[in-house]
């Protein structure tokens, strides 16, 4: 969930290929699928230096979705109206981003986030500390848990043979 940048590992590709038949000319078959659902997003280890952990992989839907600032970065503005602009999911999420402690910033989402869906996240880390020209946004991605329960009862018995509506445990 939150994770040290220098140990993330890259998400298996989930790839939603639904394939269709198609027929070529009298006995041929081919098969065609569609393109990925969604591209990996790779977090750039230039940005160890400036971020010393995030959150990554699977998370809870109404998580918040935290970047932790490394040690000893000079801040340009760390207002509440200007760390309000950094974060930028896709698809598109509103929330608001607040301070959870002196270095590290939270995202709460408004709604909970769609299950099982990947999101991919773009935050501009140049607005609110000073980079190297090269650097600018920071993006990684995370996925939302497919909530669900499965519940066997053994042993269930009709209260009455006759009606089936009321059963004992």
Not at 59 to 84: F, H, K, M, T, W
């Amino acid at each position: 969930m939150y994770r040290a940048f220098r140990r993330t590992r890259v998400l298996a590709s989930t790839l939603s290929l639904p394939v269709v038949p198609a027929f070529i000319g009298t006995f041929g078959l081919a098969l065609i699928a569609c393109q990925p659902a969604h591209t990996d997003v790779k977090p750039d280890a230039a940005f160890t230096p400036f971020i010393s952990a995030f959150t990554a992989g699977h998370i809870p839907a109404r998580s918040a979705i935290l970047v932790r600032i490394s040690d000893g970065q000079s801040y340009r503005d760390s207002s509440a109206e200007a760390i309000n602009t950094l974060f930028e999911l896709d698809p598109s999420v509103e929330g608001t981003v607040s301070w959870s402690d002196r270095q590290t910033l939270a995202f709460q989402p408004g709604q909970p986030l769609k299950q099982d869906q990947v999101y991919s996240i773009t935050m501009r880390l140049g607005q609110l500390i000073n980079l190297p020209a090269n650097l600018g946004d920071f993006k990684f991605q995370v996925t939302t848990f497919a909530q669900g329960i499965d519940v066997k009862v053994d042993d269930m018995r009709p209260v009455s043979p006759a009606d089936l509506t009321w059963q004992r445990v």
